[in-house]
DNA sequence: TATTGTTATACTCTATAACTATA
DNA sequence: TATAGTTATAGAGTATAACAATA
């Protein structure tokens, strides 16, 4: 009791298809983090194809989403909400304002700190990114099913918070 | 229709903690990718925590596990079985070679191909980090609750299929 | 003193090419 | 000619320390 119903991982033989003697997981079968670890990078990967013709990377459609929705935030309070390391998302703006998708406005209050906004190609650019991420999603709920889908949010929040 | 029901993500402020203004994610609310990389990286920091002091890494626990239960397997094998590139397996093995944990015997048809087995000390180790690892699937259980826990797998799963 | 954004840097993970020894 | 394992290396992603400007 307690792991006996979880069906385990499908088995993959050494030429990654079948043919010969076939590989057991075994503990790594209940392991929710190995699976989770496993899907993420399966997700990860059709992302990736979908978004290389645009040059954008997931970290950089996420900064840009969220500039969107909150205009003039400062770099502080992006780095918060999407977990990124200042120093790194500090490079990563610097990217986007070289290709003329963000602009860093002089704050009113605080001469420290810099308002994030898009500039107008930064948002004719993300319109298209949202139609790509748009197809990669009906991607996932053709393989999911939408009932199914929409269940996986709420515990993936979660584990989120833990 | 079609994304109204799902709930968004827990505004984060500035600071990580409630104070000011919230911020918004907007349509990264409705993207599964980004929902499931968060957990995953949730998930593999309480992983890290309760491993770092056996010195053991996610990767490292995976290849130990695949081996105990595959005992005698090929590194191309192993390497299929976890995604796990030829080279940085042949490194990662050399580790565990270096640390007593694992042996690489001659394989018997194929001079080439080393067949992988645990060491006594591999198979003692990996009886406490199955300990461990068990201790850290009781926290996300407790988090989830079981049947929630349970669920996760079948769609997880799915996925890595893709 | 503390904070914003930045630079420099290091460490891990991942990816590719090229080699060796076998097959 | 192809495959198993290895080496070397390059590229992301992520982490910390230290700095200038400002609060």
Redesign the interface.
């Known amino acids: 009791m307690?792991s006996a119903?979880?069906?385990p991982?499908?088995r993959?033989?050494?030429?990654?298809e079948a043919e010969g003697a076939a590989?057991?997981?075994?503990?790594?079968d209940?392991?929710?983090?190995?699976?989770?670890?496993?899907?993420?990078?399966?997700?990860?990967?059709?992302?990736h194809r979908r978004f290389a013709a645009l040059d954008i990377r997931?970290a950089q459609y996420?900064v840009l989403?969220?500039i969107?929705?909150?205009s003039g935030?400062?770099q502080?309070?992006?780095s918060?909400?999407l977990?990124i390391k200042k120093p790194n998302l500090a490079v990563l703006i610097a990217g986007l304002r070289r290709r003329g998708l963000v602009k860093q406005v002089a704050s009113a209050g605080d001469r420290r700190a810099h308002a994030l906004h898009l500039t107008e190609a930064g948002n004719k650019l993300l319109a298209r990114l949202?139609a790509v991420?748009e197809a990669?999603?009906k991607?996932?709920i053709d393989?999911?099913g939408?009932a199914?889908?929409?269940?996986?949010?709420?515990?993936?929040?979660?584990?989120?918070?833990?």
Do not use: W
């Not at 590989?23 to 790594?28: C, K, Q, S």
């Open positions: 307690g119903k979880i069906k991982m499908r993959r033989t050494s030429s990654g590989v057991g997981y075994g503990e790594l209940h392991r929710l983090g190995y699976v989770l670890r496993r899907a993420q990078m399966s997700v990860l990967d059709d992302f997931p996420s989403t969220l969107a929705n909150n935030l400062s502080t309070a992006l918060s909400a977990a949202h991420a990669h999603e991607f996932l393989c999911l939408m199914t889908y929409r269940r996986l949010y709420s515990p993936l929040r979660k584990l989120i918070d833990l």
